[in-house]
């Protein structure tokens, strides 16, 4: 077990290591210096003030001192200024992170019911008409853009029906409805993974036991293969929390919700590439950590696969 | 979806279930594969020949036909120029998919050769570019295409490099999967010891051999990119606005939303069908090429 955790610790220190290093380098292939990308929509800009910035923004140092300043800034939680504002990048994101992640803590919630309602219904219902309208869901949700769905409640609910006002104004329904848009979007994957790994346990011989023995559907679901089927699920939504998080920004676009969303756009309208870099950085992270605990709880769901560690992780290659 | 566990008594299991000569066989398999096809070939009709399926202009608008609601004339309904929204779905296709095949095309091309030396060229390389695979993953799609977008103007290719390089991982692992299976098979085997090279035997038998899932995510991937695409192009980082394209178009008729509500309604649709048709069409592909 000891040697299980430092394995799944290591790996995702490196991972984020070297997204910081991926990253890095990518932004030295960018044509030119972050400063003269971004002082070049202002054509009344002269070397000198490019020159001077660079300097107080580092970017005149020698490359290998860029990389271990900034590599040493990380590790001291100060990930660099933006250039439109000159706020640190780290006070940037901080000040509107908590809206967002709200928005994609409930929505996340909102899509496991949903894929557990989507699942359960499937399984359970005795209507084979019913099964296949079910079953034919997740990939519908799949398919709306987040854009659309939101556009079109807001369309029927503030403006055909007049139920909810056009922009935020903390009633239940201006929170509910962009959580729902999201939380349709994220159910869809986490519904195929669960569907399909209930289809192979429901394979296995020891449900068959199970019947011999007498046991009602519904015990059999919830007792036995559900447990069983977890793992997969909770590897594939470990990964759904970069689509989480693209579907904040959107979503917030649309309900014109302050949040992540509104700094990415200005990071990118403004190119302010240390602010993309950090808002970069930040959702590596954000996904590692979520997948190190995810391989963190796997053995607690299954055992086997401390058994088998070294062989690979409990890793689910979705497509 | 497809779903390939690593996890070895998972996946055993998984193959009993699959029955898969049966399905192979099964004539339903080919008309679930032509029923989704042939909306799919209609679309790229749209795309190679708009002017077969509208004859109204879709970037001049009548000023006398502002704002029309959908009727047997205008399908879609017209705009705020005037412009038949239909025309301008069917004369955006070809940027969207350009946009998306372009996107598509990178994943695919990138994602098969990363996929190839991990499978083929040993374990230090399997190691080292399956971590940079993570390093893909973990960083979400959306911003990998913002951060091309921001490095160069935003624009059609920017965004179609960059939705690419984000569908490179998932590529790059399907890639690496199939290819290991179809390694171990016999007749591989046999054709290294009947004095095959590294190369010839990855391209002649291989490669070959692997396509099937591939070429089914290539689908869902093609339905994928014209999500992101949409979704990017909503938030101002794709094609200039007089150019139709769907994910534009949509965004155009946000400020509408309340005096015309089939400006976003009805070319949202399209876009759900596409991507609905895309997803079914990997789905049926996979079914046939399943060995």
Same mark, same amino acid.
């Not at chain 2, 399905?23 to 009709?45: D, E, K, Y």
């Given at each position: ?7 799944? /610790?290591?790996?995702? +220190? ?56 900034? +590599? ?117 994957? /986490? ?44 590897? /594939? ?7 989480? +998080? ?13 949040? +992540? ?59 | ?16 279930? @699959?029955?898969?000569?049966? *399905? ?15 909306? #799919? ?36 309904? *017209? ?16 940027? @969207? ?109 291989? #490669? ?84």
């Amino acid at each position: 077990m000891g040697r299980y955790v430092a394995q799944r /610790i290591g790996q995702a +220190l490196l991972v984020i290591w070297l997204a910081y290093t991926v990253i890095f380098l990518a932004v030295q292939l960018l044509p030119s210096d972050p400063v003269t990308i971004f002082l070049s929509t202002d054509s009344a800009v002269d070397q000198a003030t490019i020159d001077n910035m660079k300097r107080q923004y580092g970017y005149d140092q020698p490359l290998l001192v860029q990389y271990f300043a900034q +590599l040493g800034g990380l590790l001291t939680g100060d990930v660099g200024y933006s250039l439109a504002s000159g706020e640190p990048v780290a006070l940037r994101i901080g000040g509107v992170i908590g809206s967002t992640m709200a928005l994609a803590l409930s929505a996340f919630a909102t899509a496991v019911v949903l894929a557990l309602a989507v699942v359960v219904a499937a399984t359970l219902t005795r209507s084979a008409v019913l099964r296949k309208v079910v079953l034919n869901l997740p990939p519908l949700f799949a398919a709306v853009p987040v854009i659309w769905l939101g556009l079109v409640l807001l369309e029927l609910l503030s403006i055909r029906w007049g139920v909810m006002s056009l922009f935020p104004d903390g009633s239940f329904l201006s929170l509910a409805v962009p959580v729902f848009v999201l939380g349709v979007h994220v159910s869809a994957p /986490i519904a195929q993974v669960l569907l399909k790994s209930i289809d192979t346990v429901y394979s296995q011989p020891f449900i068959d036991v199970l019947r011999a023995k007498g046991a009602s559907a519904s015990w059999i679901f919830f007792r036995h293969a559900l447990k069983n089927a977890g793992g997969p699920a909770m590897t /594939i939504t470990g990964i759904t929390v970069g689509t989480l +998080l693209a579907g904040s920004v959107i979503t917030e676009t649309v309900f014109a919700r302050s949040g +992540l969303g509104a700094v990415v756009l200005q990071a990118v309208t403004t190119q302010d590439v240390p602010l993309v870099q950090g808002l970069v950085l930040l959702t590596a992270s954000v996904f590692v950590a979520v997948n190190l605990v995810v391989d963190l709880l796997y053995p607690l769901l299954d055992p086997r696969i401390l058994k088998s560690n070294g062989q690979g992780s409990p890793r689910v290659l979705a497509v | 979806m497809t779903l390939h566990l690593e996890n070895p008594a998972a996946a055993s299991a998984a193959q009993i279930t @699959t029955a898969p000569a049966a *399905t192979r066989r099964r004539p339903s398999a080919r008309i679930g594969l032509w029923l989704t096809a042939l909306p #799919l070939i209609l679309v790229l009709g749209w795309a190679l020949f708009p002017g077969l399926f509208t004859t109204a202009d879709p970037i001049a608008g009548v000023g006398a036909e502002k704002f029309l609601a959908p009727s047997a004339q205008h399908w879609f309904g *017209t705009d705020h120029l005037g412009r038949d929204i239909y025309a301008r779905v069917v004369h955006g296709t070809s940027q @969207t998919l350009l946009t998306a095949g372009l996107a598509v095309l990178i994943g695919l091309v990138a994602g098969t050769i990363i996929g190839l030396i991990a499978a083929t060229a040993g374990r230090a390389a399997d190691a080292v570019t399956m971590r940079l695979v993570d390093v893909l993953l973990a960083v979400p799609g959306f911003l990998i295409s913002l951060i091309v977008v921001t490095a160069f103007q935003p624009g059609p290719i920017s965004l179609g490099v960059g939705v690419g390089i984000a569908s490179i991982a998932s590529f790059a692992r399907v890639v690496r999967s199939e290819v290991l299976r179809v390694r171990n098979l016999d007749f591989v085997e046999a054709a290294f010891l009947s004095g095959g090279t590294y190369g010839s035997v990855v391209l002649r038998h291989i #490669l070959p051999n692997a396509t099937g899932p591939v070429l089914s995510l290539l689908a869902v991937d093609l339905g994928a990119a014209i999500l992101a695409i949409s979704g990017l192009g909503f938030l101002g980082f794709g094609a200039p606005p007089p150019t139709p394209e769907w994910g534009l178009l949509i965004s155009e008729g946000r400020q509408y939303l309340g005096s015309a509500w089939w400006m976003t309604s009805l070319p949202g649709l399209v876009i759900v069908a596409a991507v609905v048709l895309l997803a079914g069409f990997g789905r049926q592909l996979l079914k046939i090429f399943r060995f």
